[in-house]
Nanobody, 125 residues
């Protein structure tokens, strides 16, 4: 069982920055993915960024060049640095983990087994 707790959300003006943190309980898996997802008001959840246990990262086109996902040195925290925020980035942001990942491709949203409770991000114009 992996427990995830997000923090760092808030309200910011367009062009500003926020850093989200995801505290990860003990994770004994050797190969896994961690992901950040978001759900804007009235819309479906969408992937934002993911990081594999070896540090490989992927990003949604809408956030490339603005957001950065990373591990803390201990790998017990996953960060999402969000720069040049836009009003369309407003959403509830969720951290998720696949648990052990043994497939060759990228996990889809349904492949993430563990989820945090979410942290709200609001960007005003």
């Amino acid at each position: 069982q992996v427990r995830l707790v997000e923090s760092g959300g808030g309200s910011v003006q367009a062009g500003g920055s926020l850093r989200l943190s995801c505290a990860v309980s003990e994770n004994t898996y050797r190969r896994y993915y961690m992901g950040w997802f978001r759900q804007p008001p009235g819309k479906e959840r969408e992937g934002v960024a993911s990081i594999r246990s070896d540090g490989r990262t992927t990003y949604a086109d809408s956030v490339k060049g603005r957001f950065t996902i990373s591990f803390a040195n201990t790998r017990r925290t996953v960060y999402l640095q969000m720069n040049t925020l836009k009003p369309e980035d407003t959403a509830m942001y969720y951290c998720a983990s696949t648990g052990g990942w043994f497939a060759s491709g990228l996990p889809q949203v349904d492949d993430y087994l563990y989820w945090g409770q979410g942290t709200q991000v609001a960007v005003s114009s």
